[in-house]
């Protein structure tokens, strides 16, 4: 005897290859979105903004080949096979994850996960090396990774006593810091916001740092010099003109 199909286990065989269209179209949207949005900047290097969008224009193509394909067969048991994404649990967990991205926007590192990641005046092996240093650069127009990578050839602060600055970055409040001293740092992208790392400069104020509350923005103008902090000899910058900025559209070097 032939079984008798039932209705209730047909139903989901015909919404899982929609689930896969959802999931696919989903990913593509929100790789756009943060392009579109201008947030892209916040998740990855700029290098590789081609590849997302790259990858979301061809997330859309995928999943309107596919709907198109469901559409024209009528057939339950065809159209239960047709599946780019296995069916089920992994398609319902991409699209929750893509539904969750769409719903909340990145959100720039602050000070505090800039404390948990060690904030640092030096550039390591595997990070950002200083090819792209230019000693050609007059000092005030340097930026705070090039003050960085200045340090990483040439670390012996002395050299630069007297130099003018003008930088921007946020505040950070170590607590080993004397209180009339605050740390200037941006947070450094490599390749995404996973190997993201703060690098920073101390400011010493001519008042105590509760003026300026940690992740404020700050433009700050003065000049170099050499300070002893926690037993090491250290460039710092004596400020003499501390501006509160708005938090740039582009928060992050590269």
């Known amino acids: 005897m032939n079984s008798i199909p039932n209705p209730k286990s047909s139903i989901p065989n015909l919404l899982r290859p929609w689930l896969d269209v959802l999931a696919i179209a989903s990913w593509g949207i929100l790789m756009l979105k943060y392009w579109l949005t201008g947030k892209l900047n916040l998740l990855i290097h700029p290098n590789?903004?081609?590849?997302?969008?790259t990858g979301g224009l061809g997330f859309?193509?995928?999943?309107?080949?596919?709907?198109l394909e469901l559409l024209r067969r009528?057939?339950?048991?065809?159209a239960a096979h047709i599946t780019l994404f296995p069916p089920g649990f992994s398609s319902t967990l991409l699209l929750t994850t893509a539904i969750v991205g769409l719903l909340f926007t990145p959100r720039v590192f602050a000070s505090q996960t800039a404390l948990q990641r060690g904030v640092t005046d030096s550039l390591g092996v595997t990070r950002t090396q200083p090819q792209a240093f230019r000693s050609s650069i007059p000092p005030e127009e340097r930026s705070l990774l090039d003050w960085v990578r200045t340090l990483n050839v040439y670390p012996e602060p002395d050299a630069y006593t007297g130099q003018k600055v003008k930088?921007?970055?946020f505040v950070i409040h170590p607590p080993e810091l004397p209180p009339e001293y605050l740390l200037l740092?941006?947070?450094?992208?490599?390749?995404?916001?996973?190997?993201a790392?703060?690098?920073?400069?101390?400011v010493k104020l001519l008042t105590a740092r509760q003026a300026y509350p940690p992740d404020t923005w700050l433009e700050i103008e003065g000049k170099m010099s050499t300070e002893n902090l926690?037993?090491?000899r250290q460039l710092t910058i004596q400020a003499s003109s501390l501006k509160q900025i708005s938090e740039p559209q582009n928060p992050y070097d590269y």
Do not use: H
């Open 230 to 232: 926690g037993d090491k």
């Open 197 to 202: 790392y703060p690098v920073g400069l101390p």
């Open 60 to 67: 859309l193509v995928v999943s309107g080949l596919k709907a």
């Open 185 to 195: 740092s941006r947070f450094v992208i490599t390749c995404c916001a996973a190997d």
């Open 74 to 78: 009528r057939r339950t048991r065809v």
């Open 167 to 169: 930088l921007q970055g």
């Open 48 to 53: 590789y903004f081609w590849l997302v969008i």
